[in-house]
Protein backbone atom coordinates (compact mmCIF):
# COMPACT_ATOMS: atom_id res chain seq x y z
CA UNK A 1 0.00 0.00 0.00
CA UNK A 2 1.35 3.34 -1.08
CA UNK A 3 -0.01 6.74 0.63
CA UNK A 4 0.73 9.63 -1.80
CA UNK A 5 -0.90 13.24 -2.77
CA UNK A 6 -0.18 14.74 0.63
CA UNK A 7 2.52 17.09 -1.40
CA UNK A 8 0.51 17.33 -4.97
CA UNK A 9 -1.88 19.57 -2.63
CA UNK A 10 0.15 22.57 -2.80
CA UNK A 11 0.85 22.51 0.98
CA UNK A 12 4.09 23.96 2.05
CA UNK A 13 6.92 21.38 3.42
CA UNK A 14 5.70 21.81 7.05
CA UNK A 15 1.80 21.56 6.81
CA UNK A 16 2.69 18.17 4.50
CA UNK A 17 4.72 16.64 6.84
CA UNK A 18 1.63 17.89 9.41
CA UNK A 19 -0.92 16.35 7.58
CA UNK A 20 0.91 13.25 6.94
CA UNK A 21 1.93 12.28 10.69
CA UNK A 22 -1.54 13.10 11.23
CA UNK A 23 -2.34 11.18 8.46
CA UNK A 24 0.12 8.16 9.95
CA UNK A 25 -1.38 8.76 13.84
CA UNK A 26 -4.83 7.84 12.20
CA UNK A 27 -3.39 4.19 11.80
CA UNK A 28 -2.21 3.53 14.89
CA UNK A 29 -5.44 4.29 16.61
CA UNK A 30 -7.84 2.79 14.43
CA UNK A 31 -6.11 0.19 12.79
CA UNK A 32 -6.18 -2.20 16.31
CA UNK A 33 -9.29 -1.49 16.89
CA UNK A 34 -10.98 -2.80 13.66
CA UNK A 35 -11.59 -6.19 14.58
CA UNK A 36 -13.42 -5.63 17.11
CA UNK A 37 -15.79 -2.94 15.09
CA UNK A 38 -16.14 -5.81 12.53
CA UNK A 39 -17.28 -8.61 14.71
CA UNK A 40 -19.66 -6.01 16.36
CA UNK A 41 -21.42 -5.05 12.86
CA UNK A 42 -21.29 -8.68 11.48
CA UNK A 43 -18.58 -7.82 9.17
CA UNK A 44 -17.96 -11.03 6.54
CA UNK A 45 -21.10 -12.91 7.93
Known sequence: M????????????????????????GWDFYLPRLPAYAAKVGAGA
Open 2 to 25: TESGFRERGWDEAKAAAKYAEHVT
